[in-house]
T-cell receptor, first 116, second 115 residues
Framework: GAVVSQHPSRVICKSGTSVKIECRSLDFQATTMFWYRQFPKKSLMLMATSNEGSKATYEQGVEKDKFLINHASLTLSTLTVTSAHPEDSSFYIC????????????FGAGTRLSVL | GENVEQHPSTLSVQEGDSAVIKCTYSDSASNYFPWYKQELGKGPQLIIDIRSNVGEKKDQRIAVTLNKTAKHFSLHITETQPEDSAVYFCAASLYSGGSNYKLTFGKGTLLTVNP
């Protein structure tokens, strides 16, 4: 149980375009989902916390107009990188918590974004 | 906020040996401490966790110990195998408001198990 699916696994896009990444909880309802960014050989950096039906809470220094997060249902959250630039290239990972265990995070497989 | 320090950053062992990774945290209100294994190009996988009311937990070859007074916790892997090679992250969970808990991660340990 507690499977989190992330799609796509890899995306290459041109500078200036927008990219949407999906995060789904497959076998449980996730009231809270998290979005992280990870640079090569670095730790996970929390970008935002997303609660179903509410606006996302962004960490300090993360541009909310650049990284749009939508959590419209208990099983789906999306991250849209708007007007992507090469410096947005990174590994983006989502996680989700169950209603019964709100501090246990289950992670997706990540999305490798490359902006040309 | 919470700060988690993790050591060592790299660890190389021979197959069959034990591996120990140590973490310290700063906020005594943290009450849940998971360990994640991340293989190259993949998302973190939860391998074991411990809550603040427990001092030790074991699952086959993997064990975690917690010293609340000293604010440190450790991962122990016995009888290491090449497939244990990966990056391991410790984390501390702290209530962040509403119904949310936020994880703060250590910087990771690259474990290499040599055949």
């Amino acid at each position: 149980g507690a499977v989190v699916s992330q799609h796509p696994s890899r995306v290459i896009c041109k500078s200036g375009t927008s990219v949407k990444i999906e995060c789904r909880s497959l076998d449980f309802q996730a009231t809270t989902m998290f979005w992280y960014r990870q640079f090569p050989k670095k730790s996970l950096m929390l970008m935002a916390t997303s609660n179903e039906g509410s606006k996302a809470t962004y960490e300090q220094g993360v541009e909310k107009d650049k990284f749009l997060i939508n959590h419209a249902s208990l099983t789906l959250s999306t991250l849209t990188v708007t007007s992507a630039h090469p410096e947005d290239s990174s590994f983006y990972i989502c996680s989700a918590t169950t209603i019964l265990a709100k501090n246990i995070q289950y992670f997706g497989a990540g999305t490798r974004l490359s902006v040309l | 906020g919470e700060n988690v320090e993790q050591h060592p950053s790299t660890l190389s062992v021979q197959e069959g040996d034990s591996a120990v990774i140590k973490c310290t945290y700063s906020d005594s209100a943290s009450n849940y401490f998971p360990w994640y294994k991340q293989e190259l190009g993949k998302g973190p996988q939860l391998i074991i966790d411990i809550r603040s009311n427990v001092g030790e937990k074991k699952d086959q070859r993997i064990a975690v110990t917690l010293n609340k007074t000293a604010k440190h916790f450790s991962l122990h892997i016995t009888e290491t195998q090449p497939e244990d090679s990966a990056v391991y992250f410790c984390a501390a969970s702290l209530y962040s408001g509403g119904s949310n808990y936020k994880l703060t991660f250590g910087k990771g340990t690259l474990l290499t198990v040599n055949p």
